[in-house]
């Protein structure tokens, strides 16, 4: 089994697999915009994600927004909250991605190895 999490965590700091996963989750986006079935299994998935974190994200709309904004928010629709509340989290998702990249790649490692070992 260390074999495996030695093997993957070299392959992953090869630069041509990390080109495979980055055209991989290219050709994953992709399909996720352009096949329905894909694109609804990825929301329930999502949909899932933020209602597991909604209360956290609530949280940080409360503590950042102004008071007019605040107002504003609430004047939205429901539906129209939603797609607030979820284009603020991929957006923070993406600019933490950028900031820490390296250290995400390391804690995804990190995360592989710990679900392996204790699998075993």
């Given amino acids: 089994m260390s074999e495996i999490v030695e093997e993957l965590g070299s392959s992953l700091a090869d630069p041509l697999m990390a080109i495979a996963l980055a055209l991989v989750a290219v050709l994953g986006t992709y399909a996720v915009y352009t096949i329905?079935?894909?694109r609804t299994t990825a929301q329930v998935y999502l949909n899932k994600f933020m209602k597991r974190y909604d209360n956290q994200i609530?949280?940080?709309l409360e503590k950042h927004l102004t008071k007019a904004?605040?107002?504003a928010f609430y004047k939205l629709e429901e539906v129209t909250q939603e797609h607030v509340k979820n284009k603020v989290l991929r957006?923070?998702?993406l600019t933490y991605w950028d900031?820490?990249?390296d250290?995400?790649?390391k804690k995804v490692k990190s995360e592989v190895r710990g679900?392996?070992?204790s699998a075993k």
């Fill in 99 to 101: 900031e820490h990249d």
């Fill in 36 to 38: 329905p079935v894909v």
């Fill in 103 to 105: 250290d995400l790649v």
């Fill in 91 to 93: 957006n923070i998702i």
């Fill in 58 to 60: 609530m949280e940080l």
């Fill in 69 to 71: 904004q605040k107002k």
């Fill in 115 to 117: 679900a392996l070992n």
